[in-house]
């Protein structure tokens, strides 16, 4: 049937994060500085890696608003691991000026990740777009193994207020510009942070 909606948007998606890189943690870089015959500095330097290390699934929702100028939208995203996964952790034993390695391979299964982004959008004009977003992060569920212990991952929360508008220079030229700052959360890193971004299209081929 013929039915009207251009005021509202609903959308469902799903995928999947596929690991493309090696996952093991590659072997410490500790040094030690002699800075005089009694005394030196030990440096420790885990070189940790990003990534899952194990397929991960991810549903989202949205929903879109519209009413004149204004604009209301919000977004609801899970992460959740297909399997459990395996990893290596470094012991180093310090002896005289040197460190000697060894690595123990446990296992983890990573938390599920919720977020729930809403934010609300005035189009002042057809080149200036100001907007107020506001962003909550959750993880729960989860382990890891520890001297072949599973112990329960730590729930994670946070919840952020992010302030931006999107100024459209010409078609193709297009800056975002957002400010992030953390209002509440738990067991997690909140920085503040500010983005910038120069969106430039290209169509080669287009006439």
């Known amino acids: ?51 899952y290390g194990v397929p991960v699934y991810l549903i989202s929702s949205s929903a879109k608003l519209n009413y004149k100028k204004f604009t209301l939208e919000a977004e ?14 470094w012991e180093e034993t310090l002896t005289d000026d040197s460190f000697s390695y060894a690595d123990n391979t446990y296992t983890y299964l990573l938390s599920d990740t919720y977020t729930l982004n809403t934010s609300l959008h005035y189009q002042a004009t057809g080149w200036f777009n100001i907007y107020l977003n506001s962003s909550f992060l959750r993880t729960k569920n989860g382990w890891t193994e520890y001297w072949g212990n599973r112990f329960e991952n730590p729930e994670k929360r946070l919840v952020n207020l992010e302030p931006g508008f999107e100024l459209q220079i010409s078609p193709g030229l297009t800056v975002y510009q957002m400010s992030g700052f953390p209002i509440k959360g738990k067991n997690n890193d909140a920085p503040f942070y500010i983005f910038t971004t120069l969106s430039y299209k290209l169509f080669p081929f287009m006439r």
Do not use: C
């Not at 049937?1 to 690991?19: A, C, H, N, Q, T």
């Not at 009694?38 to 420790?44: A, G, H, K, P, R």
């Not at 995203?77 to 952790?89: A, D, F, L, S, Y």
């Open 1 to 51: 049937m013929p039915v009207e909606y251009r005021w509202f948007d609903l959308s469902i998606k799903g995928g999947l994060f596929l690991p493309s890189a090696k996952y093991k943690t590659p072997l410490p870089t500790n040094k030690i500085e002699i800075a005089q015959l009694n005394s030196s500095t030990i440096n420790l330097h885990y070189n940790y890696v990003n990534g």
């Open 76 to 89: 609801w995203t899970m992460h959740t691991p297909v399997k459990e996964g395996e990893n290596i952790r």
